[in-house]
Nanobody
Framework: QVQLVESGGGLVQAGGSLRLSCAAS????????VGWFRQAPGKAREFVAA???????NYRDSVKGRFTISRDNAKNSVWLQMDRLKPEDTAVYYC???????????????????WGQGTQVTVSS
C-alpha cells in the first residue's frame, strides 16, 4: 500500500516562497499522475497542479506563472515550488496519486486514490 508524505509547509509573508515535497513509500508512482490539491477552512478541496508520468503539467489559473510542479521518479518524489505567494494561497496542501499511464494530468480529485495527510501553508499579508 503506497503512502504519501508531504512536507515543506509553513508560515511565509506575502511575496515569499515555499517548496512542498511529496514522497512515496511502500510503492511507486513513477507511472502515475501526481497532483497537488488544497483546502482552505470552509471551502471545498481544489486542484492546484498535476504532473503526468511523462512530465506533462497542468495548473489552476490562479497559480500559473507562480507555482511549478516537478518530479524525480528515481527518488519517488514530487515537488511544488510556490513563488510570489499570496494570502489567498493559505490552505492545507495535499499530494495525491492519480491514474497510471495517463498522458494528460487530471484535475478532478475523484481520479486520485491515495492521499497524503497534508501540510499547512499560511501566507500573511
Amino acid at each position: 500500500q503506497v503512502q504519501l508524505v508531504e512536507s515543506g509547509g509553513g508560515l511565509v509573508q506575502a511575496g515569499g516562497s515555499l517548496r512542498l515535497s511529496c514522497a512515496a513509500s511502500g510503492g511507486t508512482f513513477s507511472s502515475y499522475t501526481v497532483g497537488w490539491f488544497r483546502q482552505a477552512p470552509g471551502k471545498a478541496r481544489e486542484f492546484v497542479a498535476a504532473i503526468s508520468w511523462v512530465g506533462g503539467t497542468n495548473y489552476r489559473d490562479s497559480v500559473k506563472g507562480r507555482f511549478t510542479i516537478s518530479r524525480d521518479n528515481a527518488k519517488n518524489s514530487v515537488w511544488l515550488q510556490m513563488d510570489r505567494l499570496k494570502p489567498e494561497d493559505t490552505a492545507v496542501y495535499y499530494c495525491a496519486r492519480g491514474p497510471s499511464f495517463a498522458v494528460a494530468p487530471r484535475t478532478s480529485p475523484y481520479e486520485y486514490d491515495h492521499w497524503g495527510q497534508g501540510t499547512q501553508v499560511t501566507v500573511s499579508s
